[in-house]
Every structure is written in structure tokens, then in C-alpha cells.
């Protein structure tokens, strides 16, 4: 039986505000279904996310663009029912928030499925639709640099912040989306200076992927921290765990012992 490290307490939007205050790092976690999600809200994870990336490390898409909303309800329900303490977060898939009425429907419809906020890509120009979702009361992340929901248009994932333009739309960014009221940030590929900067200049925490330490939480997709989607890993990944080559040895095993070879 695995101890619970967790305080006791559900962690809220205030709770992330509190830390960011406190200085106290935000570890985040993507979980797609009950034990993947169980085991890490007892583990103690403050902040999981049912991410699009499930389209990928779950689905077997080749990008997030073809995630649904019906995939991610779907996820999501099942990550709910193995999570008690962790702040709960759901992707708006591609196309799923093209105008308010859209985004406030389906950011209704992930709420009412468990989940605690919903997450959107995009700078600036989602800032009103970050407001729409918000006068709803229902919380929102906001999710700029590399957004993966436009890699048809980007051609790749590319470092961002490297010009000075750029630098100054990323900054200008994450203070539209804090003032259009989103909970928290993620910053996917920015430079890690910039993502020191930015983490500096706003009031909610910054959550980073591929963007330094500096940010006030760190994000990996679950399966390249464990090493259980062994066919593709991000550069940035440190993690060196293996566990596709100890299933792979359990499966071995098992099936020897079931073909009477050991
Ligand atoms: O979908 C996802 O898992 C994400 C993280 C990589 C930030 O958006």
C-alpha cells in the first residue's frame, strides 16, 4: 500500500497563489486514467493534468490536433475518480474554443466532468476567452510559448523567445492571460531567462516544460518520466527511467513461465 505524502487538504486555485507567495515549487504530472491518477494524487502530485497529449502517448495520434473533446471527458472522468487532494486540470482540445460561447460550453462540460480547471493555448488573443471561462466560475491555465496545438502550422517543436520580439509577445502574453484571471501558466520550450523573467514578472505560478528551473513549477509528461512510451522522448526529458524495458522483461517472464521454458 503505497503512504499518501500528501497534506490532507484539496488543493485549490488559492492554494497554487499561496505557494507561488510561499515560494514553493508546483511538481505537475499528466494522468489519463484512475490508477495512473490514483497513484500520483497518493504519491502527493499538488497538480496533475489530463493533457491532449494523450493523443499521442495514449491514443497513438502523431500530435494533439486530432484530440476531441469526447476523448478528453472520457480521460478526464476516469482521472477524477482516483483523485482527492490534486488540483485537477483538463485540456480544451484543438478547435474547441474558437469563440466564447464554444469555450464557456466545453470548459462547462470538463467542470462538470471533475475537473477543478481547464487549460487553453494561446497568448493575448485568448485573454477575453480566458475572461468568458472565468465569469463562469471555472478556473483556467493558461499554456503559451510552443503551443502543440498549432505544430501543423509551426512545421515542429521550436525554442521560443530567442528574438527580441519574441521575447517581449511572450512577456506581454503571460500578463494578459494574469489579468484575464487564469490560476496558472504553462510555459512549453521558452528560453530559460525569458521563463526566469516572466516567472518573476507575474503574480500566478509559472509552470514549466522544457523551459529551466527557474519557473515556479515543472511539468513532465508521465510517461517520459517513467519511460513507458519508449518510441519517442523530448530532448529536454532528464529521466533515464525504464520501465517499458521492465514490463517488457515481466512479459518475458510470464510468458516462459506460461510456455514451460525456464
Ligand atoms: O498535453 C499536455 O500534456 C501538456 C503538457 C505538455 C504541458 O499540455
Known amino acids: 500500500m503505497i503512504q499518501s505524502a500528501h497534506s490532507g487538504h484539496k488543493i485549490s486555485a488559492a492554494t497554487l497563489s499561496q505557494w507561488k507567495a510561499e515560494g514553493r515549487k508546483l511538481p505537475t504530472l499528466t494522468a489519463y486514467d484512475y490508477p495512473t491518477a490514483r497513484l500520483l494524487d497518493e504519491a502527493g502530485v499538488p497538480l496533475l493534468l489530463v493533457g491532449d497529449s494523450l493523443g499521442m502517448v495514449v491514443l497513438g495520434f502523431k500530435d ?11 480521460h478526464l ?3 477524477a475518480r482516483g483523485v482527492t487532494h490534486a488540483f485537477l486540470v483538463a485540456d480544451l482540445p484543438f478547435e474547441s474554443y474558437e469563440t466564447d460561447a464554444q469555450a464557456i460550453a466545453n ?10 480547471a481547464v487549460k487553453l493555448e494561446g497568448g493575448s488573443d485568448m485573454a477575453p476567452r480566458v475572461q468568458a471561462i472565468r465569469a463562469q466560475g471555472i478556473e483556467v491555465v493558461g499554456h503559451i510559448g510552443m503551443l502543440p496545438q498549432h505544430i501543423r502550422e509551426e512545421g515542429g517543436y521550436r525554442i521560443k523567445g530567442r528574438l527580441e520580439a519574441e521575447r517581449a509577445r511572450l512577456l506581454g502574453d503571460a500578463r494578459a492571460l494574469e489579468a484575464a484571471g487564469a ?19 507575474v503574480g500566478i505560478p509559472t509552470i514549466g516544460i522544457g523551459s529551466g528551473d527557474a519557473c515556479d513549477g515543472q511539468i513532465l509528461v ?14 529536454f526529458v532528464k529521466s533515464n527511467h525504464n520501465l517499458a524495458a521492465a514490463m517488457s ?13 525456464h
Open 249 to 261: 522483461a515481466i512479459v518475458q517472464e510470464y510468458m516462459a513461465g506460461v510456455q514451460g521454458k
Open 77 to 79: 472522468r476516469a482521472a
Open 64 to 74: 494533439t490536433t486530432q484530440v476531441t473533446m469526447d476523448h478528453i471527458e472520457h
Open 183 to 201: 490560476c496558472a501558466l504553462v510555459m512549453e520550450l521558452v528560453v530559460p531567462d525569458l521563463a526566469a523573467e516572466i516567472s518573476r514578472a
Open 222 to 235: 508521465t510517461t517520459d518520466l517513467l519511460g513507458t512510451f519508449p518510441w519517442f522522448k523530448p530532448k
Open 107 to 116: 470548459a462547462r462540460r470538463l467542470a462538470d466532468a471533475g475537473a477543478d
